[in-house]
Nanobody
Framework: QVQLVESGGGLVQAGDSLTLSCAAS????????LGWFRQAPGKEREFVAG???????FYADSAEGRFIISRDNVKNTVYLQMDSLKPEDAAVYFC????????????????WGQGTQVSVSS
């Protein structure tokens, strides 16, 4: 069983940066694919970024060039550094863990955190 707890959300202004963290418990963390998703009000949950256990990162087009995902397998933590934030980035951000290589769909992930709110003012 894997438990995921996100932190680091908050209210920022457009153009600011924010780093989200997700602490995980579970014996298989180092071998799992980790992902960040987000869900804005009235919209479906969407993929933001993922990272393989070999630390290969992959991104949604909306995140490419502005967000960086990383992982620390000693601390069992995955991070999402978000730069140049835009109002359209506002959402609840979820971290997830799974086994599907390069997974970009919610169904590719087995474990989910409760989410952390990111708000961006214009």
């Amino acid at each position: 069983q894997v438990q995921l707890v996100e932190s680091g959300g908050g209210l920022v202004q457009a153009g600011d940066s924010l780093t989200l963290s997700c602490a995980a418990s579970g014996r298989h963390f180092g071998r799992q694919v980790l992902g960040w998703f987000r869900q804005a009000p009235g919209k479906e949950r969407e993929f933001v970024a993922g990272i393989s256990w070999r630390e290969h990162a992959f991104y949604a087009d909306s995140a490419e060039g502005r967000f960086i995902i990383s992982r620390d397998n000693v601390k069992n933590t995955v991070y999402l550094q978000m730069d140049s934030l835009k109002p359209e980035d506002a959402a609840v951000y979820f971290c997830a863990a799974g086994w599907t290589s390069l997974g970009r769909m919610s169904a590719d992930y087995d474990y989910w955190g409760q989410g952390t709110q990111v708000s961006v003012s214009s």
